[in-house]
């Protein structure tokens, strides 16, 4: 018998707050991007904080591009494709947004840091 209370997500959920810049089209097909706050990541997708929540809409295919901290001399982020499954509005713009990957998440490399840091 299945417990009611009990979480059914495939995938345990971890909070954290990374930098992540989101590139879409709205529902006019008017293209953006957005530098929006990670909130939580699981191996099916991520949560992230929006001040563009308007521009959202459930199915809505985006690319996202999870800046990871820096280790050593270099900076590295984390991309790929996903969905758009939950918003949250919470009013003045903001608001929570869920996505499915839609893709796997490959590495991708930004540009060196000053050897001096």
């Known amino acids: 018998m299945d417990d009611p209370g009990k979480d059914r997500r495939e995938f345990e959920r971890y ?11 709205d529902g006019q ?3 953006y991007t957005e530098v929006a706050v990670l909130r939580n990541i699981s191996g099916g997708g991520v949560g992230f904080a929006t001040k563009m929540v308007e521009r959202y809409f459930r199915g809505q295919e ?10 050593g001399k ?3 982020t984390m991309e790929g ?3 758009v499954v939950r918003i949250v509005d919470e009013g003045e ?6 996505v499915v ?6 590495l991708g490399h930004l540009s ?3 050897p001096d840091q």
């Open 29 to 31: 097909g008017n293209a």
């Open 93 to 98: 713009g903001s608001g929570l947004i869920g």
């Open 15 to 25: 909070s954290l707050t990374f930098e992540a810049e989101i590139k879409a089209e």
């Open 74 to 76: 270099s900076k590295s």
């Open 101 to 106: 990957s839609s893709t796997p998440l490959t």
């Open 62 to 71: 985006i690319h996202i591009s999870i800046t990871l901290p820096p280790t």
């Open 81 to 83: 494709q996903a969905r």
């Open 112 to 114: 060196g840091l000053d």
